[in-house]
């Protein structure tokens, strides 16, 4: 049990665009979402945490507008990179809790997004 | 501001050898403490937390706070424990997670 998943879990765009990546508890309602992001061989930095149907609270330095989130339901959350660019590029994953265990955190996959 | 240090970015080490990854931390408050494991092609996992003082596949961590640390222990380690370690920490009833850089493990035949 405790699965999230990941989608896509990978993507390549063009500067400029927008991408969506969805992040999902399979097995439990999760009553937060984290977006995490990680540079290569560094570590995972918290970039914004969601809770249903509230909006994202995002970490110092996270531009809001660049990176949109959406916590529409207990077992879906949206991270969109809006005008993406090649400096976006990195492993984006997410992570739900409120499934068993206190205060555990269950990781997602991981998204690797490459801007051209 | 709270942070979480791990100096080894690389360890090897021989199977049945021990093995000691080192976490240090500094929080002015009441940190819950974390071990994860992120094995090859794998997403991030909880190996173990302070909090259990449990034992999960041979590992262990005891948090002293006289010291800040968390170390992370087996004594005999095994291949199947190569991968990359990050020690992490929750403040005081948060659940946002602050990650060391991470140690990558490699337990030679």
């Known amino acids: 049990g405790a699965v999230v998943s990941q989608h896509p879990s990978r993507v390549i765009c063009k500067s400029g665009t927008s991408v969506k990546i969805e992040c999902r508890s399979l097995?439990?309602?999760?009553?937060?979402m984290f977006w995490y992001r990680q540079f290569p061989k560094q570590s995972l930095m918290l970039m914004a945490t969601s809770n249903e149907g509230s909006k994202a609270t995002y970490e110092q330095g996270v531009e809001k507008d660049k990176f949109l989130i959406n916590h529409a339901s207990l077992t879906l959350s949206t991270l969109t990179v809006t005008s993406a660019h090649p400096e976006d590029s990195s492993f984006y994953i997410c992570s739900a809790s409120g499934g068993r265990g206190y205060n555990e955190q269950f990781f997602g996959p991981g998204t690797r997004l490459t801007v051209l | 501001a709270q942070r979480v240090t791990q100096p080894e970015k690389l360890l090897s080490v021989f199977k049945g050898a021990p093995v000691e990854l080192k976490c240090n931390y500094s929080?002015?408050?009441?940190?819950?403490l974390f071990w994860y494991v992120q094995y090859s092609r794998q997403r991030l996992q909880l190996l173990l937390r302070?909090?259990s003082r449990e034992s999960i596949k041979g590992f262990t961590a005891d948090l002293n706070k006289g010291e800040t640390s968390f170390h992370l222990k087996k004594p005999f380690a095994q291949e199947e424990d190569s991968a990359m370690y990050y020690c992490a920490l929750t403040q005081g009833g948060s659940e946002k997670l602050v990650f060391g850089k991470g140690t990558k493990l490699t337990v030679n035949p």
């Open positions: 302070h909090i």
């Open positions: 929080y002015s408050g009441s940190p819950e």
């Open positions: 097995d439990f309602q999760a009553t937060t």
